[in-house]
């Protein structure tokens, strides 16, 4: 159920799904009630209790939504009902997920004073976003709301080696972010989404905990370049029950 899992602080966790999850997405032509279930599954198996995790309707942006107290704190505007549209999100302890199928899952847990909810945020960077800095918009955003010393966990998602463009896409990319260009194993123009978003995170002072392998290469992952019609995996991150929704 889960390719990787963690207590990642006291009674904070950071888990990324695998295919033996099955499909977590709602976009994908499968059926919703057994998606719902697959969710819930998810769910249960953190200890979520009644909570849910939220998702977010991803469309390779860099809006990053607040999700519960974090909505309104810092000029983040109003609560959003449901599924917001963007490709962060942050909340101070509320359960978020981020669905991916070779695009990089980006998990950040930031600590508060005075034993305050941590701030969490999860974020999906594919080309687009990792191009218009939507992991630099999530970690100004947890700093606006009081987080400090960030941790980041990259899940899995296309390497280097195997994602090939066309040059002038390469070039394109990389005039933005450098740490992208690369050459796949093939010899051909390629892009390292997972070291583009290294050093973002890097830039932005978070410390990389943990980074995940290659959704083309491991066949117990979902990948879109694999497969186009493939389902979704997810990042995570939650609190135990009694470090959830803190005061901005």
Do not use: K
């Amino acid at each position: 159920m889960f390719s990787w899992r963690a207590e990642v602080r006291p009674g904070v966790w950071v888990a990324f799904t695998d295919a033996a999850a099955g499909n977590l997405a709602l976009h994908v032509g499968d059926d919703p009630a057994a998606v719902g279930l697959r969710r819930r599954a998810i769910e249960a198996a953190a200890g979520l209790g009644v909570r849910r995790f939220q998702y977010m309707n991803q469309v390779h942006g860099s809006d990053v939504a607040g999700i519960g107290a974090a909505a309104t704190a810092a000029g983040s505007g109003a609560a959003t009902a449901g599924a917001p549209t963007a490709d962060a999100m942050v909340s101070f302890g509320e359960p978020l997920a981020v669905m991916v199928a070779d695009c990089v899952p980006v998990v950040l847990v930031g600590d508060r004073t005075g034993g305050e909810a941590p701030v969490l945020a999860v974020v999906h960077a594919g080309r687009p976003g990792v191009a218009s800095g939507v992991v630099p918009a999530a970690v100004a955003r947890m700093h606006e709301l009081g987080a400090a010393r960030l941790s980041a966990w990259i899940g899995p998602s296309v390497c280097g080696r195997c994602y090939e463009v066309p040059g002038d896409m390469r070039d394109r990319v990389a005039a933005v972010v450098p740490a992208a260009r690369c050459t796949t194993s093939r010899g051909t123009p390629g892009l390292d989404l997972p070291a583009a978003v290294r050093s973002q995170l890097q830039d932005g002072g978070a410390r990389i905990e943990y980074s995940g392998g290659c959704t083309l290469e491991d066949e117990n992952l979902f990948s879109y370049r694999r497969d186009p019609h493939t389902g979704r995996f997810a990042g995570l991150v939650w609190t135990d029950a009694g470090n959830a929704g803190g005061n901005p």
